[in-house]
């Protein structure tokens, strides 16, 4: 069992920066990998970007050359920089954390972009 915190979420105004944090209960070692996921409204939940435990990254084509995924081990934490906001970035943005053959999500974090 993981659990998964977000945080980081909130209100910003296009051009802005955000960074999005996921804080695991196990050691990142442990997981397989770590994504980071947004829903908007009406739609389904796209990938934004994942790190593997060996620290490979991928990104959707929606975060590509604005949004940066890292992580610190000894915080258990992944996080995701999001920057050059725009309005249709707005969703809710959860992370999922991978281990083995199961998948754990954490409840969400809000991100509003305003024109």
């Known amino acids: 069992q993981v659990q998964l915190v977000e945080s980081g979420g909130g209100l910003v105004q296009a051009g802005g920066s955000l960074r999005l944090s996921c804080a695991a209960s196990?050691?990142?070692?442990?997981?397989?990998?770590m994504g980071w996921y947004r829903q908007a409204p009406g739609e389904q939940r796209d990938l934004v970007a994942f790190?593997?435990?060996?620290?490979?990254?991928n990104y959707g084509d929606s975060a590509k050359g604005r949004f940066t995924i890292s992580r610190d081990n000894a915080k258990n934490t992944v996080y995701l920089q999001l920057a050059s906001l725009k309005p249709e970035d707005t969703a809710v943005y959860y992370c999922?954390?991978?281990?083995?053959?199961?998948?754990?999500w954490g409840q969400g974090t809000q991100v509003t972009v305003s024109p």
């Open positions: 790190i593997t435990s060996a620290g490979s990254t």
């Open positions: 999922q954390a991978v281990r083995g053959s199961a998948s754990y």
């Open positions: 196990l050691s990142l070692s442990n997981i397989n990998f």
